[in-house]
């Protein structure tokens, strides 16, 4: 069992950095709440033990510090609906004596969700007589925000060296993410393969080295696959290209032969005459994108070969939409290969799905009970596969 399952958080106050930088409407409504939903069974369990709960996280981007528009209260109802309408007390401030008063008040059983710990610069610069502060709320500091782990903030990281190793864990949430990556990473059962999309290779060349040592195979698709089409002499015409890229593209192909790591780039693409919607389309072969045409998909080969490849792993990581999926004409090679990953969870794979569009897509098209694993963290995930110490994670284990 787990430090956190071990314990036993009865007559305990347990400080929470959660991750709720959930997406709000104009109404302030919250249209997509996984992040919320994600960290409620760690709240339960420490209400359940008899302790009571202090939340605390960041929400946007503000500034200049408190601003209406980035305020934690627009979220205080749906926590509470989320616990099943546990009372959910709000503090104005994440610090001072509004916070540290209801903090003391708090009984078992009993939430206090603080304000946006963002309104003070301090957090991210991870100041550490804030996060002394804020240490002094709680008794127990549980850690559950790993969409933030990959950040040294002081809510996240600085605040853990102000508990006893005993009094500092994660949450459910953060246990699972980390098992899951660790199981990929780490214990994958061969053959692994790694589906790679999205718009830019410059944001995927970490983690591609780092997944040339440890995937069977890596799949390319996505706007990302023209510069390594280019690069190996392919006409393109006018799709996405990073042209001060070329060289690294065929030095990451050399590498992946040497090291026997089958590299799949598609056949064949969906080209528009425009980025647009409506735009016309054709299907080509990928050395012949005529010039003006852009690829915004993958076309029905690659679909075929990146099925054949998805469905005979044991172990798949997917990060990065395989094109421009927000576009009805341009979401086939998306929605295809979430159905082929959904397929192999069926048929034993474990599956991850993570960062922020692929796990937009498995969403959008009703799929994220299908795979094994859909993580809340884009950015932490893809740091995690880079092959670096997320700072929210070493701090507890240190
Ligand atoms: P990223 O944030 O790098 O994972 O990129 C995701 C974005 O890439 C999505 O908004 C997609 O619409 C976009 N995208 C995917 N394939 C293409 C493509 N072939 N051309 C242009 N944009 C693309």
Redesign the pocket.
Known sequence: MSAFQSHNFSGQKALIRVDFNVPLNEKFEITDDNRIKGAIPTIQKILKDGGSVILMSHLGRPKDGPTDKYSLKHVVNHISESLGGVKVDFANDCIGEEATHKAAALLPGEVLLLENLRFYKEEEKGDEAFAQKLSKLGDVYVNDAFGTAHRAHASTAIIAKFFEGDKKMFGLLMENEVSSAEKVLHKSERPFTAIL????VS?KILIIENLLGRANHIII??????TFLKAQGKEIGS??CEEDKLDLANELLAKAKSKGVEFHLPKDSVIAEK?DANANTQFVTNDSIPKGW????IGEEAIKDFGQVILSSKTILW????????MEKFQKGTRSVADFVAEATSQGAFTLVG????VAAVNKFGLADKVSYVSTGGGAMLEYFEGKELPGIAAINK
């Open positions: 999309g999205g718009a830019k944001d698709g996505g706007g990302m696959a023209y799709s996405l980025f852009m690829g915004l998909d990060n990065g939409p395989m094109g421009v999926f927000e960062g922020g569009d692929s």
